[in-house]
T-cell receptor, first 113, second 115 residues
């Protein structure tokens, strides 16, 4: 079983809609990342969270450590938001370094005009 | 800053050939890693390094070698290419202990096809 589960796998929306992508994980973590990957493109870090909520423009990321759950919201979605959104967690690691990330499989978002 | 750079962008190899994927960063990051991305699967860690002279295996290390002789460079070597190594490869770096601790910076990727 993957330690990081994302839902939905695919999401199609109309321009202007409010989008929510979910990420659940099964182990203790020290941080959670949201990443964006455009088709055929590179990977960009959107947020890094260890608690609470962060906002950048139309993007909002929240995390609930007790419930082991995070959400990425996009307000007033636009076709340029079409991309794969990837959740990744940094596991709690008592010994040595904890730099490694474990990734979800990604959510493919398509926003139609 | 150029950030994280990778070369080549595309490569086609025949089975059994060897090659090196190059990765460099100019942000003085201590931590560097190589991932492969395959359809229907999340990014998987191949090898990583926490500093010059220190490397370790990730989730899928077989068939790959790395070295870290400088902070800037982290090349990935395919010893004898196999079709199963057809994938998109991403290099990433981060610098723990700063304000943006552990924020990952990714290179543009190398698309490798092994025939």
């Amino acid at each position: 079983k993957n330690e990081v589960e994302q839902s939905p796998q695919n999401l199609t929306a109309q321009e202007g809609e409010f989008i929510t992508i979910n990420c659940s994980y099964s182990v203790g973590i020290s941080a959670l990342h949201w990443l964006q990957q455009h088709p055929g493109g590179g990977i960009v870090s959107l947020f890094m969270l260890s608690s609470g909520k962060k906002k950048h423009g139309r993007l909002i990321a929240t995390i609930n450590i007790q419930e082991k759950h995070s959400s990425l919201h996009i307000t007033a979605s636009h076709p340029r938001d079409s991309a794969v959104y990837i959740c990744a967690v940094r596991l709690n690691w008592s010994g040595g370094s904890n730099y490694k990330l474990t990734f979800g499989k990604g959510t493919l978002l398509t926003v139609n005009p | 800053n150029a950030g994280v750079t990778q070369t080549p962008k595309f490569q086609v190899l025949k089975t059994g050939q060897s090659m090196t994927l190059q990765c460099a960063q100019d942000m003085n990051h201590e931590y560097m890693s190589w991932y492969r991305q395959d359809p229907g699967m999340g990014l998987r860690l191949i090898h990583y390094s926490v500093g010059a002279g220190i490397t370790d295996q990730g989730e899928v290390p077989n068939g790959y070698n790395v070295s870290r002789s400088t902070t800037e460079d982290f090349p990935l070597r395919l010893l004898s290419a196999a079709p199963s190594q057809t994938s998109v490869y991403f290099c990433a770096s981060s610098r723990p202990g700063t304000t943006n601790s552990y924020e990952q910076y990714f290179g543009p990727g190398t698309r490798l096809t092994v025939t």
